[in-house]
């Protein structure tokens, strides 16, 4: 295989995200480039986050979905005086456990998630069956949808939540790299509306059913949508979306915003 024979796949999560994807990748004899579709910055306030811990001390059931929200809400436990500790908490796999470093003790892991049913609703029903009673709070990103607490609340349960992180668009200078890539990884509905608004027309591989759906709605092409967010799910669908290419060969993705009409994200 020629180097010009070689499929160029960007993943559109940082390192440390998807971990190993690039090595699985490269097993299958792609080029690999990160590209990360978004960045993440602290709250602009720490308040609602802090006083939603106070809220849990002692009584209530933390959630968190991502290593990076752990992140933060260990932090902030960290610095309070005194420390708030959560009577229970979920945490979704074991990276977004391991984040919270022992700042609320042990947690509770729902599992492996159905890929093709959203990730949010199964977490609050699992939580329902293990009879979370409340009141819970949810430390989510800016964007994060409402399934979850919406699930729980139909449930009865009291639910509360605080932004531990704020989640932004690349800079047009990183996106940049994105000129040439055959295919790109996307792993949120976020990192979809990147895509989308600046034009950037690249056969994609969703990591899941949420993600897919997002990027189909802005017009942007999915080959495929991994079964198991996880390398071995995304490679697997690399696998089938690299099997299109003879058929539906896709240009190489312009400069960000160049060319064709960019799409607003909504």
Same mark, same amino acid.
């Given at each position: 295989?020629?180097?010009?024979?070689?499929?160029?796949?960007?993943?559109?999560?940082?390192?440390?995200?998807?971990?190993?994807?690039?090595?699985?990748?490269?097993?299958?004899?792609?080029?690999?480039?990160?590209?990360?579709?978004?960045?993440?910055?602290?709250?602009?306030?720490?308040?609602?986050?802090?006083?939603? &811990?106070?809220? =849990?001390? !002692?009584?209530?059931?933390? #959630? @968190?979905? *991502? /290593?990076?929200? %752990?992140?933060?809400? $260990?932090?902030?436990?960290?610095?309070?005086?005194?420390?708030?500790?959560?009577?229970?908490?979920?945490?979704?796999?074991?990276?977004?456990?391991?984040?919270?470093?022992?700042?609320?003790?042990?947690?509770?892991?729902?599992?492996?998630?159905?890929?093709?049913?959203?990730?949010?609703?199964?977490?609050?029903?699992?939580?329902?069956?293990?009879?979370?009673?409340?009141?819970?709070?949810?430390?989510?990103?800016?964007?994060?949808?409402?399934?979850?607490?919406?699930?729980?609340?139909?449930?009865?349960?009291?639910?509360?939540?605080?932004?531990?992180?704020?989640?932004?668009?690349?800079?047009?200078?990183? &996106?940049?790299? =994105?000129? !040439?890539?055959?295919?790109? #990884? @996307?792993? *949120? /509905?976020?990192? %979809?509306?990147?895509? $989308?608004?600046?034009?950037?027309?690249?056969?994609?591989?969703?990591?899941?059913?949420?993600?897919?759906?997002?990027?189909?709605?802005?017009?942007?092409?999915?080959?495929?949508?991994?079964?198991?967010?996880?390398?071995?799910?995304?490679?697997?669908?690399?696998?089938?979306?690299?099997?299109?290419?003879?058929?539906?060969?896709?240009?190489?993705?312009?400069?960000?915003?160049?060319?064709?009409?960019?799409?607003?994200?909504?």
């Amino acid at each position: 295989m020629t180097a010009s024979d070689r499929t160029t796949v960007a993943i559109g999560s940082s390192e440390g995200g998807l971990e190993g994807l690039d090595a699985a990748l490269a097993s299958l004899g792609c080029a690999t480039v990160r590209v990360p579709l978004i960045r993440f910055e602290r709250p602009r306030s720490w308040g609602p986050l802090d006083r939603l &811990l106070r809220w =849990l001390d !002692g009584r209530g059931t933390l #959630v @968190v979905t *991502s /290593p990076r929200g %752990a992140n933060a809400v $260990a932090g902030r436990i960290r610095v309070l005086d005194p420390r708030p500790r959560p009577a229970t908490t979920w945490a979704v796999g074991p990276a977004t456990g391991a984040a919270l470093g022992g700042a609320v003790g042990p947690f509770r892991d729902p599992g492996p998630l159905a890929s093709d049913r959203s990730h949010a609703v199964q977490l609050a029903r699992a939580m329902l069956r293990d009879g979370a009673g409340g009141p819970v709070g949810f430390a989510r990103g800016d964007r994060a949808g409402a399934a979850l607490p919406r699930t729980l609340a139909a449930g009865g349960v009291e639910v509360r939540t605080a932004v531990a992180y704020r989640t932004l668009a690349a800079s047009r200078e990183t &996106l940049e790299a =994105l000129c !040439g890539v055959d295919l790109i #990884v @996307v792993a *949120s /509905p976020s990192a %979809a509306r990147v895509l $989308a608004k600046n034009a950037l027309m690249l056969p994609i591989v969703a990591i899941g059913p949420t993600t897919a759906r997002a990027a189909r709605t802005r017009g942007l092409d999915v080959r495929a949508t991994a079964a198991t967010a996880d390398p071995s799910g995304v490679v697997a669908a690399v696998r089938a979306a690299m099997a299109m290419r003879g058929s539906r060969r896709s240009n190489p993705a312009r400069r960000p915003g160049s060319g064709a009409r960019a799409m607003a994200a909504s």
